[in-house]
């Protein structure tokens, strides 16, 4: 299985667990030019942009250690790209969810926005 196939298989194992916990999806892999999410969801309250990380194990580090400032930096963009054409009333939160092995830890508030509005 290729690096894309295998992000894509990790994305909807997240998509599914995050939908148990009353989160509905929105987009996939949303992308532009600058970078890209890899989900978008939303709750009662909160409109979520949603990285997702996958580890075999943890032989490399926890699979949040991948999430960098330039990643953070890169998904803040894309953010900011995403509620100028689609805005919101509801607060925007950006969450981490690491799947290691079989394990998934879903980091809410995982980071706050980085860059201009």
Same mark, same amino acid.
């Given at each position: 299985?290729? =690096?894309? =196939?295998?992000?894509?298989? %990790?994305?909807?194992?997240?998509?599914? %667990?995050?939908?148990?916990?009353? *989160?509905?999806? !929105?987009?996939?892999?949303?992308?532009?030019? +600058?970078?890209?999410?890899?989900? !978008?969801?939303?709750?009662?309250?909160?409109? *979520?942009?949603?990285?997702?990380? %996958?580890? =075999?194990?943890?032989?490399?580090?926890?699979? @949040?250690?991948?999430?960098?400032?330039?990643?953070?930096?890169?998904?803040? /963009?894309?953010? #900011?790209? @995403?509620?100028?054409?689609?805005? /919101?009333?509801? +607060?925007? #939160? %950006?969450?981490?969810? &690491? !799947? &290691?092995? /079989?394990? !998934? +830890?879903?980091?809410?508030?995982?980071?706050? @926005?980085?860059?201009?509005?």
């Amino acid at each position: 299985m290729n =690096k894309r =196939k295998r992000g894509a298989a %990790y994305e909807e194992i997240a998509a599914s %667990y995050l939908e148990n916990y009353g *989160i509905h999806i !929105i987009k996939r892999n949303y992308r532009i030019r +600058q970078g890209e999410v890899d989900l !978008i969801g939303e709750d009662a309250s909160h409109l *979520i942009f949603f990285e997702v990380k %996958y580890r =075999k194990n943890n032989g490399y580090g926890a699979p @949040y250690l991948a999430v960098s400032e330039g990643k953070k930096r890169k998904i803040s /963009t894309v953010s #900011r790209h @995403y509620l100028w054409y689609f805005p /919101t009333n509801k +607060q925007v #939160r %950006y969450d981490v969810v &690491c !799947i &290691c092995d /079989t394990h !998934i +830890q879903w980091y809410k508030n995982a980071f706050e @926005y980085r860059g201009n509005w």
